[in-house]
């Protein structure tokens, strides 16, 4: 069984920067695609940021440009470095781990950006 822990979130003003971890454990099969989403209440998930197992990046349009998703295999750890936040950044942010067609998901981390 894999789990995913998620940390890095809080509460930030608009402008602001956050970075996001997300550890895994377990039994990992390789290779393995790692991804950040969110989730406001009454909203379906979305998707924010993917980083595959060698390293290729893709991301919302909505993130481009503020954004980073990097990983570290050897940590077993994926992480979102979010700059220029706004008030509609803000949501329950989920880390997602893709092994064979399999989907393993975090308890989430809360990011508020207020002022």
């Known amino acids: 069984q894999v789990q995913l822990v998620e940390s890095g979130g809080g509460l930030v003003q608009p402008g602001g920067s956050l970075r996001l971890s997300c550890v895994a454990s377990?039994?990992?099969?390789?290779?393995?695609?790692l991804a950040w989403y969110r989730q406001v209440p009454g909203q379906q998930r979305e998707y924010v940021a993917a980083i595959t197992n060698g390293g290729g990046t893709d991301y919302a349009d909505f993130v481009k440009g503020r954004f980073t998703i990097s990983r570290d295999n050897a940590k077993k750890m994926v992480y979102l470095q979010m700059n220029s936040l706004k008030p509609e950044d803000t949501a329950v942010y989920y880390c997602?781990?893709?092994?064979?067609?399999?989907?393993?998901w975090g308890q989430g981390t809360q990011v508020t950006v207020s002022s």
């Open positions: 377990g039994t990992i099969f390789h290779p393995y695609a």
């Open positions: 997602n781990l893709m092994a064979y067609e399999v989907d393993y």
